[in-house]
């Protein structure tokens, strides 16, 4: 209970703000819902990013950058797109200040648009108006395109990371001549984004399919990859849209195929956000603070003196100096906290809040006897250590972390991921053991909503190459051919 | 004049503005005033990104992230910074759309925010803000922060990279202890622009300090770099602010000194934004297009095959994968056109407008001759040479064409900048020999105002450690210390 963040089994949702804020990921500005992401967060943003960009790359996109501003009318251009994102857009409505009579800043009424912009919410229109200068041939297909961005959407109810008006993110957006090439596309980014979640942030995933009533805004199939929160919540980690030609047709975007006639573009976008850190957060970390995945960690190993005198201050001065050496050559990021205004006690709680996986402590008895004392902070176990070959035990020990986190998290999963057969056992669950259910459902909407509005909980997907079952739907009762994934979900 | 590109001797301005469209670098947007950064031209701007967030990080700083929403009344505080950015603030005034009784999308008038936001022109308020929770001894200080964002400035004369709407840039914004402090850090980061803009864009830079007509809104001192464009205009390529205490009193941002007693913070600002690419495309580039500097080309090298059939491809593909390999072990990115869409010479046209350093052509009689054709972009010479060591011979060449690059700027620099000491030479080669023109100033704003307003010549600066000389003043004849430089400038 380091400085002082509440137990998560007491109150989950402040145990989350307390961690984000003491161990400085994030704070709120003074702009309504909107952050202010802080060194060490950002740290873990620039990890993400820089991943993810390889990864994208190595699938053959190129990145740009299209206009933070989209005229309104824009968004009228496709139907449901604008249905969707009209209720949360934060509009520019003119382009000066002045000074009033009374020495005020006040909006020039004179500088008002003619047409207003809205902040992006997503960039689907911008970009596929711009795709149709772009698009003639089939021999210009296919256009691979990824944003790195900042997106505005207005929200109510805000918490760091997971729901902010402002958040980063980067937005893929591809054209294809076929609608085969375009679900190929949508499905590999799935895969990637599974790829990343588990191999890095350490956590697993469902890959699905949304119901239409949870799809994205102008689509007609969103993928997406759901973890499970320690408080047994669902998050979205990040979705891949099959966007058919709905925005081509909105756009005018035709292309000459192979066979010399003119068809409508197919289209994907997919995104993921800074959201990702705040499952990061809310996955792995406990009542002492942060544990980081040792591959996302911006602080991989921290050493700590242990020493009264000067001296001995030297002695082990010199010994990290050459661990270090050896670390960086193995590609591992190294902190040595010599400060001498903060005892060892303050720094050991410092960095478990911060979650560095591996601290290494180090006094003058150990530099007698040769050893080190090595703590590992998701299991927050000792041990001592020799000195001879402690560089490729920490490697050793960073990749048994990065998997023992993902393990942990994957039987947490497993055991709160149950089938439910009856109304009365799903709401009983979702209050006393809440989870992933898995329950048989009429494929209804409507069935689909009713359950939302008396339960909370949502459909999260429709798993990928789901198991066909006969049932019934635990609502209705009536015929269900398979199971879906419902939760309550942030 | 591939692909129809104007002239720059016949129309600089048309021919800058054709280059960026033809060599697909950007595009004007349907939103006035802002870009599309095409994927090639944004490939650019990451190169860039990378230089300098490792050179920031190398000089102790840390990347974060704030609002793109400032509160107007921020703004307010500081009244020397509203007064230079009210006029061109794009301001947000409602979060909501909905539809009207016709069903058109109209903004919601009940959704109107009590105070108007702003959306960033530059962070100072908003980061000073923020800053006074996060100082508050000198322990906490220096405070070393930067950020990539998007900005906007509401521009009424926009030219693609040079002035737009929006853009994307970096700034710093540091916190110290002592003004002493503070000025280090801004003259640290005005020689780190000055690196890179030497030597990864090629470009030489005059390091000065601006008039206070020029300074930045809110600061003691502005430092600058001053680059001069083909065409005998300066740009502005970097500012690096001294802003004094500015901004920590308009916030109210004290810290504890080590004598424990409370004093203001000192604080800088410093910025380069993709104007950078701009300044790189008109300095170095020919009517037959771009011509990038090695160390920021997107591709270094580009092999085009020459042959009639397929067992010639095979043979020259297998010759292409062993040096691919090899240069890329060199960290030397290699493009091979195969295209059997496109002839040889259109290849080259293409590669020519797009920059790239270095050609290798290499056909059947290349191969039993085991040579290849080397071209270099910069002088458009061509050499054949062997195939042994032919990696080697590259890497040499494009380190050699980047310092050619350099050279031939730094002397068209030379040429073109002159001391003139009365005000009839000094209009007479603004408007025939155009460039920097070192001259005799009596010091006040209003001859500068004077001399801007009947030659829109500007003072580009003070050059650092500039040689103190009695004269004249070319306008009134008053006396003066120094030489100053003045230009006409973008």
Known sequence: MSKGIISKEEDYSQWYNDLVIKADMAEYSPVRGCMIIKPYGYSIWEKMQAVL?????????????FPLFIPKSFFAKEASHVEGFAKECAVVTHYRLKNDENGNIVVDEDAKLEEELIVRPTSETIIWNTYKGWIQSYRDLPLLINQWANVVRWEMRTRLFLRTSEFLWQEGHTAHATADE???????????????????LALPVIKGIKTPNERFAGALDTYCIE???????????????????????????????????????????????????????????????????????????????????DEELENITAFVKALTKELKAKDISVKFDNRDTHRPGAKFAEYELKGVPVRVAIGSRDMQNGTVELARRDTKTKETVGQQGLA????????DIQKNIYQKAFNFRQENTKEVNTYEEFKRLLDEEPGFLSAH??????????????????????????????????LTGKPSTQRVMFARAY
Chains 1, 2 share one sequence.
Request: proline content about 4%; hydrophobic content about 40%.
């Open 441 to 474: 459902w009429d494929g209804t909407p409507e069935t689909e909503q009713r359950i939302k509005e008396e339960t909370k909980a949502t459909i999260r997907c429709i798993p990928l190459n789901n198991k066909l079952e006969e049932g019934k739907c635990i």
């Open 227 to 309: 973890a499970l929160m320690q408080d047994g919540k669902a998050l979205q980690a990040g979705t891949s849209h099959f966007l058919g030609q709905n925005f081509a047709k909105a756009f005018d975007v035709k292309f000459t195929n192979r066979e010399n006639k003119l068809d409508y573009v197919w289209a994907t976008s997919w995104g993921v956000s800074t959201r990702l850190i705040g499952a990061l957060i809310m996955s792995h970390s406990d009542d002492a603070g942060l544990v980081l995945p040792p591959k996302l960690a911006p602080i991989q190993v921290v050493v700590v003196p242990i020493y009264k005198h």
């Open 392 to 399: 490729d035990h920490i490697e050793k020990l960073l990749e």
């Open 53 to 65: 960009d390889k990864m994208f790359k190595e699938t053959g996109h190129s990145n740009a950058y």
């Open 182 to 200: 375009a679900i190929a596309e949508t499905e590999q980014m799935l895969e990637v984004y599974a790829d990343f979640v588990e191999n890095w």
